[in-house]
């Protein structure tokens, strides 16, 4: 279990790294939706349809804790 929580925080920084690069605020979820999927069928073991599902909570958890991060630097 420790892996992916690893790799949600890689997913979390490429997702801000996006940011800083090129892709507009609005469409980082779906980038991190899309980093988590890739990072879920690449790098977790199991069959096609369980690397999808963990790829999906991988990304949706990435995308929360960005959303997360900037409520708390907003104040």
Excluded: H, N, R, W
């Amino acid at each position: 279990m420790f892996e992916i929580a690893l790799i949600i925080a890689v997913v979390l920084a490429l997702t801000e790294l996006l940011k800083q690069l090129v892709v507009s605020k609005k469409y980082l979820p779906v980038a991190s939706l899309i980093l988590g999927l890739l990072a879920g069928v690449f790098y977790v073991g199991g069959t096609l349809q369980e690397q999808i599902m963990y790829g999906l909570m991988i990304g949706l958890s990435a995308a929360g804790l960005f959303d997360q991060s900037k409520i708390v630097t907003k104040k």
